[in-house]
């Protein structure tokens, strides 16, 4: 079946089948793989994506139910504010080490930020708790987002609903 929705910020039309779960389209099909495959059931959240500005693990969505949507990968968010805010300072904290969570980490500590200018550690670790890491044991990727949260706040950055690639 065809399926028509914005990734990036392009529209896109798609076949996919009725099964086929978001992740492996945007993997196989749109070679978008900054959205990794790490259990294939949903406990990781290195497939996290923004459907509509909202955080999801793409291994649990159909394909099917991101018709209309707009879908945003690590890929579409290299313009964006606050993405380049939270690599910096996932840099400066050592937030990331072998690099394979960082993409479904940055997606959901941006996902936070825009409904949060200023979280407190426990928002910030709430937002986080579907996202593992094996490396890090999440105090340095906790630091990171709120440093990033207040390096957002001085910069008096506005998050927007949806990515712009202005």
Known sequence: MQIQNSVNDVLRTIEAEPRQLLVHVLRDFLRLTGVHIGCDTSQCGACTVLID????????????????????????????SITTVLKSAFNECHGLQCGFCT?????????LLLSTSDPSEEAV???????????????????????????LRELAVQPVAEVSHE
């Open 53 to 80: 500005g909202k955080s999801a693990k793409s291994c649990t969505v159909l394909a099917v139910q991101s018709a209309g949507c707009n879908v945003h990968t690590i890929e579409g968010m290299e313009q964006d």
């Open 125 to 151: 670790r709430e937002a986080l708790h579907g996202n593992l890491c094996r490396c890090t044991g999440y105090q340095n990727i906790v630091d990171a987002v709120l440093l990033a949260a207040a390096q």
């Open 103 to 111: 993409p479904g980490m940055l997606i959901a500590a941006r996902a």
